[in-house]
């Protein structure tokens, strides 16, 4: 990530969409009236951190003429940037060690490279193994943050990445610190799952709903930060739903494998032949994976608002090579509950996010698509 990512003259530089952020962006900066506490929530993979990023130099910008801070916020440097994220439990750790004291030297070699990545490329996902949870650590270590005074920086901010994975006790005492944060401090909590942070967290932040991306922004995205090809880019952008995370899992997962055996999964599932469906499954889904059964079901779900776009008339369709089924199972089966299916799939990827089983889930998943085919 280079400087002129961040201009004086364009507070939004490289972002992509989400115009609707940016015009509630400007104006608390254009009225000089930030909120100390933000969420910026919405699907994974579509610029929240990159807008966050850029929101702090344009506050800098706006604010002062020292524009040599902003190659510190770019690097994310303390004291301008607080950088709270999931990290690993050490070994023998208690909640009174620093939220680094017990890693060993290869962890936090991973985790400094991988910030470093981050700050090369804001639209990348951190990847720390082990990294599931944002420990109460980390949460306390802000107050020894905000208690620093630093009379030159006019403004500072904490930025909580995946803040949807603070268990309770994390979130409660963050709500401490949300209570009389000092002047100049910002919290920007950062999520793909809103509904998983207290009700008290989100009454004390201004929450911004961010919306998936085109897939002509995913494509340049993928192209122009990642060096995906645009054949590549294209098709699995089509199928990422505005998500460039979702869509790179796709790329690393081979999607076009992944899509032949989802329609085969379809198939086995709602032709109630269970044994096949799971064998299909396990070519996806590896032992305890979360990631590749959410690539399941969110393909799945592609399929399913196919069929309900085919019921009311639209012609365009992500599964295009696969029209004649859709056509032939809905003049099949013109009663399925499709809807039904797919608000009870968006619940099992909850589930994922919450670590609830995946045999129980995969199970759930194989049923729910085999009571398509059950007539009344």
Not at 239 to 259: C, P, R, T, V
Not at 317 to 345: C, G, H, S, W
Not at 353 to 369: A, C, G, H, K, Y
Request: hydrophobic share 40%; charged share 25%; glycine share 4%.
């Amino acid at each position: 990530m280079t400087m002129k990512n961040i201009n004086p003259d364009n507070m939004w530089g490289e972002v992509y969409e989400q115009t609707r952020a940016k015009e509630i962006l400007t104006r608390f900066i254009k009225s000089r009236r930030v909120p100390h506490a933000l969420i910026f929530y919405g699907s994974e993979g579509v610029g929240k951190f990159n807008i966050a990023l850029n929101f702090a130099g344009a506050i800098y910008n706006e604010f002062t003429s020292e524009h040599h801070h902003l190659e510190k916020i770019l690097k994310l440097r303390e004291p301008y940037i607080k950088l709270i994220t999931p990290l690993p439990r050490g070994k023998g750790e208690n909640p009174d060690d620093s939220p680094t004291a017990k890693l060993t030297q290869n962890q936090i070699e991973n985790l400094q490279s991988e910030i470093e990545k981050l700050t090369e490329n804001p639209y990348y996902k951190l990847k720390i193994e082990g990294a599931n949870t944002i420990k109460i650590n980390s949460i306390r270590d802000i107050k020894k943050f905000i208690s620093v005074d630093y009379h030159d920086i006019p403004y500072r901010f904490i930025f909580i990445l995946d803040a949807h994975l603070m268990n309770e006790q994390a979130q409660n005492a963050l709500l401490k610190s949300l209570e009389e944060p000092p002047e100049g401090l910002v919290f920007i909590l950062i999520t793909n799952n809103v509904d998983l942070l207290l009700p008290t967290i989100q009454s004390r932040c201004w929450q911004i709903k961010f919306q998936p991306l085109s897939e002509k922004s995913v494509v340049d995205i993928l192209k122009s930060k990642f060096g995906i090809e645009d054949e590549n880019a294209r098709r699995a952008a089509h199928f990422s739903g505005g998500s460039i995370q979702a869509a790179l899992k796709l790329i690393e997962y081979d999607i076009e494998f992944l899509l032949e055996t989802v329609i085969s999964i379809l198939r086995y599932s709602i032709s109630r032949k269970y044994y096949t469906t799971i064998e299909y499954i396990n070519k996806i889904v590896s032992s305890k994976n979360v990631e590749e059964l959410t690539l399941v079901i969110s393909l799945v779900k592609v399929w399913l608002n196919d069929l309900i776009r085919n019921r009311y008339s639209y012609h365009d369709y992500y599964f295009e090579e696969f029209r004649d089924t859709l056509i032939k199972f809905n003049e099949k089966f013109p009663e399925a509950q499709v809807e039904k299916v797919f608000e009870n799939l968006t619940e099992y990827e909850k589930g994922l996010s919450r670590n609830l089983n995946l045999n129980v889930i995969t199970l759930n998943l194989i049923f729910e698509l085999a009571s398509l085919s059950m007539r009344n």
